[in-house]
T-cell receptor
């Protein structure tokens, strides 16, 4: 069964450093998403991406965040200057079309120290 | 916001029993989805029910949707130890980029 692949599985970074989280969505999917889950809390929407542009973003997704689909297969989330409160699990997801269940990756655990 | 909120927050039952989890939400939806998350792992899609459907089955899972009450339930029959996980409902909006809004989840523990 097709999978969404995320790398790395765990990243530790110092506060203020830039991090890039990588995702390879399912190849024929058209909509791509980033979500995050702070330990013990609910899964929160960050951003959606369609047709090579952001289609929606949440209040969390401020100027420190950016997304890119540089080569038609990878989908990246960049945090420019990490803060302690950015520590969370970050999940990438993709869907073929609206009204379908999402396929989530297994996540990247980001720890900012 | 159209948050999905699960009830109960935690549920512990014996293997073989049925587990029922409930979800409530606030605004009109296109669909409602249930996901499972094993500890520290990714989210696995279980089942999607559309706003014009009232009930859906998938294996040992049964989902109901009552749009008049803005609520849904997930029933897992004949539970197994492997069903131990957190279960989340998530609502998909009528319009927009189909972002999902997740509830807090129900932590289900199946005791052998």
């Amino acid at each position: 069964e097709p999978e969404v692949t995320q790398t790395p599985s765990h990243q530790v970074t110092q506060m203020g450093q830039e991090v890039i989280l990588r995702c390879v969505p399912i190849s024929n999917h058209l909509y791509f998403y980033w979500y995050r889950q702070i330990l013990g809390q609910k899964v929160e929407f960050l951003v959606s991406f369609y047709n090579n542009e952001i289609s929606e973003k949440s209040e969390i997704f401020d100027d420190q965040f950016s997304v890119e689909r540089p080569d038609g297969s990878n989908f990246t989330l960049k945090i420019r200057s990490t803060k302690l409160e950015d520590s969370a699990m970050y999940f990438c997801a993709s869907i073929l079309d609206w009204g379908h269940g999402y396929t989530f990756g297994s996540g990247t655990r980001l720890t900012v120290v | 916001s159209q948050q999905g909120e699960e009830d109960p927050q935690a549920l512990s039952i014996q293997e073989g029993e049925n587990a029922t989890m409930n979800c409530s939400y606030k605004t009109s939806i296109n669909n409602l989805q249930w996901y499972r998350q094993n500890s520290g792992r990714g989210l696995v899609h279980l089942i999607l029910i559309r706003s014009n459907e009232r009930e859906k089955h998938s294996g040992r899972l049964r989902v109901t949707l009552d749009t008049s009450k803005k609520s849904s339930s997930l029933l897992i029959t004949a539970s197994r130890a492997a069903d131990t996980a957190s279960y989340f409902c998530a609502t998909g909006p009528i319009q927009g980029a189909q972002k999902l809004v997740f509830g807090q989840g129900t932590r289900l523990t199946i005791n052998p």
